[in-house]
């Protein structure tokens, strides 16, 4: 599984409670500082574990919610970040429930993160806390019983974060032949080529298809001779490749495949056509996933998209761009389409999270493959394949 893909389970509650501690005796191994005075843990701590039966998951330790340190304001507010981005919550406290304690189960409720509490310090705090329809779990770092524990996680981790449809297994069957366009060009990594890409060729290997990589350059002399079941390009390079690769073979690209594994296909699929609604000054929020450095002239979310865009729609359009996993604007009901990268460094669960608040607003969604294949004209082309 794709370090990327694994699903994420976060450790939450006060200060010493015993957080840092769990998350030790789950991976077997000092992940996290653990001292006697509060505060210890500042920014999220992860560690990848593998659970049987689930395969690797992704640890999360957070900073205590009742930090009231000097930059205690910050660090609580990274723990809230941190419950937006995990398939699970394990809340751990001692004695009896507060209100900080009481909050939390509050916020994943209404975030809709599955969770169960953990009574950690069994050893010296006697459990007598009984809430109907929450599983809690009596438990000492210092006697560990991790099956019990890890019976638990089992029992609540929704398993679709960690057993996803993949890419093309609905498509291509054992000995087709997929062509894959990789363009080599200013914005390709050095000596490398991206996580997409990456992860088609192993999928397309795991079904026992034929992965054939070439450059755009090299498309048009290749397919004098082979007629591929299927063409996925980078789609950056959807005009060209659109104009070489004859209809009767099926296109589509890297960023489109992503949409379908990660994000919400059919929201995108009828979000896109709102692009042909679009008025001057109107708002479109761009969102990205991962931190890379920016090219001005070539960066794909914020430069080239919002140039399509207008270019197609004759229109002067206001564009904003989120990065990461950062907070959408406070006004986001204000924006008239939101176009989503891939999502390639980031989960489906985080990237649900951010489409479903922007859904609950009314604000359409798209995806950045399928806003390029629109503005080029050729949208019903590269979904054919998929569309139900």
């Given at each position: 599984?794709?370090?990327?893909?694994?699903?994420?389970?976060?450790?939450?509650?006060?200060?010493?409670?015993?957080?840092?501690?769990?998350?030790?005796?789950?991976?077997?191994?000092?992940?996290?500082?653990?001292?006697a005075?509060?505060?210890?843990?500042?920014?999220?701590?992860?560690?990848?574990?593998?659970?049987?039966?689930?395969?690797?998951?992704?640890?999360?330790?957070?900073?205590?919610i009742?930090?009231?340190?000097?930059?205690?304001?910050?660090?609580?507010?990274?723990?809230?970040?941190?419950?937006?981005?995990?398939?699970?919550?394990?809340?751990?406290?001692?004695?009896?429930?507060?209100?900080?304690?009481?909050n939390?189960m509050?916020?994943?409720?209404?975030?809709?993160?599955?969770?169960?509490?953990?009574?950690?310090?069994?050893?010296?705090?006697?459990?007598?806390?009984?809430?109907?329809?929450?599983?809690?779990?009596?438990?000492?770092?210092k006697?560990?019983?991790?099956p019990?524990?890890?019976?638990?996680?089992k029992?609540?981790?929704?398993?679709?974060?960690?057993?996803?449809?993949?890419?093309?297994?609905?498509?291509?069957?054992?000995?087709?032949?997929?062509?894959?366009?990789i363009?080599?060009?200013?914005?390709?990594?050095?000596?490398?080529?991206?996580?997409?890409?990456?992860?088609?060729?192993?999928?397309?290997?795991?079904?026992?298809?034929?992965?054939?990589?070439?450059?755009?350059?090299?498309?048009?002399?290749?397919?004098?001779?082979?007629?591929?079941?299927?063409?996925?390009?980078?789609?950056?390079?959807?005009?060209?490749?659109?104009?070489?690769?004859?209809?009767?073979?099926?296109?589509?690209?890297?960023?489109?495949?992503?949409?379908?594994?990660?994000?919400?296909?059919?929201?995108?699929?009828?979000?896109?056509?709102?692009?042909?609604?679009?008025?001057?000054?109107?708002?479109?929020?761009?969102?990205?996933?991962?931190?890379?450095?920016?090219?001005?002239?070539?960066?794909?979310?914020?430069?080239?998209?919002?140039?399509?865009?207008?270019?197609?729609?004759?229109?002067?359009?206001?564009?904003?761009?989120?990065?990461?996993?950062?907070?959408?604007?406070?006004d986001?009901?204000?924006?008239?389409?939101?176009?989503?990268?891939?999502?390639?460094?980031?989960?489906?669960?985080?990237?649900?999270?951010?489409?479903?608040?922007?859904?609950?607003?009314?604000?359409?969604?798209?995806?950045?493959?399928?806003?390029?294949?629109?503005?080029?004209?050729?949208?019903?082309?590269?979904?054919e394949?998929?569309?139900?």
């Amino acid at each position: 599984m794709v370090k990327v893909n694994r699903p994420h389970i976060g450790i939450f509650g006060k200060m010493n409670v015993g957080k840092s501690s769990l998350i030790n005796a789950l991976t077997g191994q000092e992940v996290s500082v653990v001292a006697a005075h509060p505060g210890t843990t500042t920014d999220p701590v992860k560690k990848i574990i593998e659970i049987l039966g689930i395969g690797p998951v992704t640890l999360v330790d957070t900073a205590g919610i009742d930090d009231a340190s000097a930059l205690g304001v910050q660090r609580v507010r990274r723990t809230n970040e941190a419950l937006d981005q995990v398939d699970l919550a394990i809340l751990v406290f001692t004695g009896e429930l507060d209100s900080y304690d009481k909050n939390l189960m509050q916020l994943c409720s209404a975030r809709k993160v599955p969770f169960f509490l953990v009574h950690n310090k069994s050893d010296l705090h006697k459990l007598d806390v009984q809430i109907t329809g929450v599983d809690i779990v009596d438990f000492s770092c210092k006697k560990p019983q991790l099956p019990i524990l890890l019976d638990m996680i089992k029992k609540h981790l929704p398993k679709s974060s960690y057993s996803q449809s993949v890419l093309l297994d609905d498509y291509v069957r054992a000995g087709d032949e997929v062509v894959l366009v990789i363009p080599i060009d200013a914005s390709a990594p050095e000596g490398r080529i991206i996580l997409p890409q990456v992860q088609t060729i192993r999928n397309l290997l795991d079904i026992g298809a034929v992965a054939v990589c070439l450059k755009d350059s090299e498309l048009s002399n290749y397919l004098q001779t082979h007629t591929p079941k299927l063409v996925v390009t980078d789609s950056q390079a959807f005009k060209y490749v659109s104009s070489v690769v004859p209809p009767t073979i099926p296109l589509t690209s890297f960023s489109i495949l992503f949409s379908r594994l990660k994000g919400d296909f059919e929201a995108y699929l009828k979000g896109t056509r709102a692009i042909d609604t679009l008025q001057d000054g109107d708002k479109v929020l761009i969102m990205e996933s991962c931190s890379h450095s920016v090219n001005k002239c070539d960066d794909i979310g914020r430069t080239k998209i919002p140039n399509w865009l207008q270019k197609y729609t004759g229109k002067k359009l206001q564009f904003t761009v989120v990065a990461n996993l950062d907070a959408l604007p406070d006004d986001a009901q204000t924006y008239k389409l939101a176009v989503q990268c891939g999502g390639c460094m980031v989960t489906r669960t985080q990237i649900m999270r951010r489409l479903n608040i922007l859904k609950e607003k009314g604000v359409a969604l798209s995806n950045y493959g399928l806003t390029i294949a629109y503005c080029n004209g050729i949208f019903d082309r590269v979904t054919e394949i998929f569309r139900k």
